[in-house]
Nanobody, 121 residues
């Protein structure tokens, strides 16, 4: 069983910064990639940033490029999302997704419970 636990959300002022963390734990073969999604009220969930686990590679949605940075700590199975210059439109529930090889052939997606980011003006 794989567990995904997020932390680091909260209330931040306009233009401020937050760092989200997401750790995968449990029994699995290896991580393929981890992705941060977000969903604001009344909007669809969108992919914000993604990182490949065992190779170079990150992707970002256009609206966060230059402001958000995704990084990882392989040994801790943890991904981070550094969010700078936060805007009102960044307020949302942020979800961590881990695409994992449970075994050498079985791939599954696992989700965290979601963490709230609020930006005050």
């Amino acid at each position: 069983q794989v567990q995904i636990v997020e932390s680091g959300g909260g209330l931040v002022q306009l233009g401020g910064s937050l760092r989200l963390s997401c750790a995968a734990s449990g029994s699995f073969f290896r991580i393929i990639a981890m992705t941060w999604y977000r969903q604001a009220p009344g909007k669809e969930r969108e992919s914000v940033a993604s990182i490949i686990w065992n190779a170079p590679g990150t992707t970002y949605v256009d609206s966060v490029k230059g402001r958000f940075t995704i990084s990882k700590a392989n040994a801790q199975n943890t991904v981070y999302l550094q969010m700078n210059s936060l805007r009102p439109e960044d307020a949302a529930v942020y979800y961590c997704n881990a695409r994992i090889y449970d075994t050498m052939t079985a791939v599954n997606d696992y989700w965290g419970q979601g963490i709230v980011v609020t930006v005050s003006s």
